[in-house]
């Protein structure tokens, strides 16, 4: 299934104003702490009487506070208030904040400084759930991915600008500070300017009373989370990556000095090396999950992340140490090259991991409760800031571990943490076995996808070609699916265990098993009733031949009981291949069929349950089988 690049976004007007009024914000974010953080950390004496630790501690901690005590009233103005005008309102507050923070430069006032840092919080903590609610609004199905990677992707290079550009700029002499808050009061307005532009749209819930309890509004948003289980689960997983980057990105300025021996300089290239691993996983999220919400690319990444960062723990070992090496010092160690090699890597595959979950939260939390959900997750956000931060104190101080083993533990950690939510929500780990099965042994070529709903209960006849026929079907559809298969094949090894993960309901003929038999079409009609995709495969065998058998008549009588949309799929170029009945093909057959022979899933558009009969289902799937090319 062919469709335009993410990159066609940035032409588009629902999507190049609000990216670069995120952008901007950012950067701008960004220029202020880094600038702010520089100053107390040089020029402490002239700023604080605080200790230099202190006051960055202080500096990291106030930003973080808001979105504790805020989150929760923002996810509820997000869905009460049109979003393009509430980000013009958050631009506004942005101008007025960096106003008052160029007060502080010029006075080199410490207190104005920090209550600027608090209010750049605030202004953060209400632009997150607006900007992540935005997407799912304004973008197709199509698009979400693509449009989550480049906000992802962007954020993470504002990140990285705005940090070389705070250092450049105090760098550059005894006024450093007082361009660095001309230049803060410049993106400010450059970010007004571009929310000027966002189309205007509709409030989600604009009949919603606003509850000032933050405390309550969390625990209710994170109650409706929780009804769909891989939504909530998927809240907590963005929260651990969180808590997984900051124990990097907070430890790169003492890595870079006592484990690499590098200096402040290394220690940006430590950071330029690791956003851009970020922005690079983000974008291929887009091809690796062919412009659909992939949610087995999130075990992938998960795998990775650890891979890559036990690796960097081996790497650091032994390493010729020479204190205060610039970065043309660095570079020319070539042991040095395989330290930036796992940092890149290791991004990458966190923006693997991070994009899909931000899709899944917007697609399949309920519209009316995006925002505040999403305001939820920054809240168990922060929290888990705090965590990495005490923790990492704890575990360098208490325990004296080297900031080697302490990446070496997150990387340990990651891979339990991993096991127990994909234990917890196996639809994670069999999408991602789909997925390894479509882009390791098979090329499918899906078309019609589109014709499956992203809401609402609908019943999918299909082909029965192979035993691997629901894996790939879970590969083409963005939503999960519920699988009626013939109990002999539910029972087979290895396998059994697959379809038991995703709740598979096995049926026997009457005169196998009766009641088998009857509490299978019990299941599929309280799966109906509960909104969710039913597959059946109405020939009721897996083909002997490669062409279809009958369609039986139990499908008529599913649609009588829940009569609901009904959408025909065809399998094709599965027969022979190597988990056909037609048995396995010489490998190099298979190479020959992997490169040369796509498959493909075709996908029909719905018929009314009225006019589905067997004999016209067979008719719709056979001419889907034939119209493949």
Known sequence: MSAPSQFALLKERRFLPFFLTQFLG????????????????YRAHEFSRLETAQSVQLIAALFVLPFLLFSATSGQLADKFEKA?????????????????????????????CTCTLLMGLHSTLF???????????????????GNALVEMGTFVAILLGSITAGALIDSGPNGHLVSAGVCVALALA????????????????????????????????????????VFLSLLGISWLWFFGAVFLTQFPQFAKETLGGNPAVATLLLAVFSVGIGVGSLLCERLSRHQIEIGLVPFGSLGMSAFTIDLFFAVQGLPIAGDQTISQFVAHGAHWRVLADLYLLALFAGLYSVPLYALIQTRC?????????A?????NALFLILAAGLSAWALSALGWTIAQLFLATAIVNVLVAGYIYSLVPEFLLRFLSWLLVHSIYRIRTCGASNIPDRGAALIVCNHVSYVDALLLMAASPRPIRF?????????????????????????????????????????????????????????RITDTGELYPFRPGLTRVLQADPVPVIPVALQGLWGSLFSRAGAAPWPILIIQRIFGPLGIQVGAALDPAEATPMRLQEQVAALRGNWR
Request: glycine fraction near 6%; charge should be positive; include cysteine.
């Open 26 to 41: 950012a950067g701008n974010d960004n220029v202020f702490k880094y600038a702010f953080t520089l100053l107390v950390t």
């Open 484 to 540: 009626v298969m013939d109990v002999s094949i539910f029972r087979v090894p290895v396998l059994s265990w697959l379809f038991r993960q995703v709740r598979a309901i096995p049926i026997a003929p009457a005169r196998v098993d009766a009641a088998l038999k009857q509490r299978a079409f019990e299941q599929v009609s309280e799966a109906l009733r509960d909104g969710q995709l039913v597959c059946i495969f109405p020939e009721g």
């Open 128 to 146: 997150g759930p607006v900007k992540y609610s935005y997407l799912p609004e304004r973008l197709q199905a199509a698009e979400i991915i693509g």
């Open 191 to 230: 970010g007004l300017v571009a929310s000027m532009a966002i189309p205007a749209g509709t409030a989600a819930a604009p009949q919603l009373a606003i509850d000032w309890n933050p405390v309550r509004v969390t625990l209710e948003n994170l109650n409706v989370a929780r009804r769909e289980r891989a």
């Open 376 to 380: 939820a997750n920054n809240i168990l």
């Open 85 to 113: 005008g509430l980000m013009r309102l958050v631009k506004t507050l942005e101008v007025a904040i960096m106003l008052l923070a160029a007060v502080g430069f010029y006075l080199q006032s410490f207190i104005i400084l």
């Open 366 to 374: 309920e519209p009316s409760h995006r925002a505040r959900i999403i």
